[in-house]
């Protein structure tokens, strides 16, 4: 058995007028339309368990998924969890549906590779982008830790071993322990700009 994968920027592929160097201008609609097979899926699969990735761009998470989560019977969406909002509507929405649900949250070990990866991608953003959406997919990730304390959370450190990635589950022997170090690892923008730039 394989996982089912939901992903915006797999969708966004057959959206008219696509192009990697315009990803940015057509994120809002894929991510709008990933959401919308999401909760789809989660009514006709029977798959009993649903993953939402997390995570800002580059930070790993397509790899992580190839090679932890594929073959597992999962349904699986591929996103940032940017805001508290959205993540609140999906974490409603999946436990409505009496299905399980885990956040696996992708970080980097070092920013300043993060960014090369993400300069490097054929998919294109603005820098902005990049330090945004790591900063916001924190908070949120954060905040679902306070909130919502059935959700199971796992964090992995991803870090380049020459031009491959390794991953590592960091693992806490209490809910408090994860939201310390939650509350520890929260970056702004302009702190990862910094980050980024030294």
Known sequence: MTSILISADDIKKDLPGYSPERSEEFHSESAKLADAKLYETIKTSKFEKVVLLSGGPASGKT????EYLDKQDLIVLDGILPTEKGAGIKIGRISKSKK????HAVWPQDFKQAFVAFLNRDRKFSDRYFY???????KTLLWIAENYPHVEIKLI???YLGEDLSFTELKFETRGDLLAYLRENQYTKDDIIKLVSE
């Open 157 to 159: 450190k991803n870090a």
């Open 132 to 138: 945004e959406k790591h900063s916001s997919a924190r």
């Open 63 to 66: 790899e992580y998924f190839s």
């Open 100 to 103: 399980k649900i885990e956040i």
